[in-house]
């Protein structure tokens, strides 16, 4: 949408448009690498340290942070 990359969230009746979440480069790429799979905040630290350079201390509190906000917004079951 407009050069961004989004998730709608689904609606009752179809996809809700005021359920938007904008991912930025770094979701995308955990996004695009987790789809359809289950996984955890350890897998995600892994994909965050093996991609970037990123200590696995700042990747692990970094993949936590984003595995509790997709639960928040639903996108996960918690």
Known sequence: MAGEHIIVMPGRYGADMTRVISLNATSLYLW??????????????????EHYEVDSAVAEADAAKWVARLEECGVLEG
């Open 32 to 49: 695009e690498q987790l789809a359809g799979r289950e996984f955890d905040v350890e897998e995600v630290a892994r994909l965050l340290t």
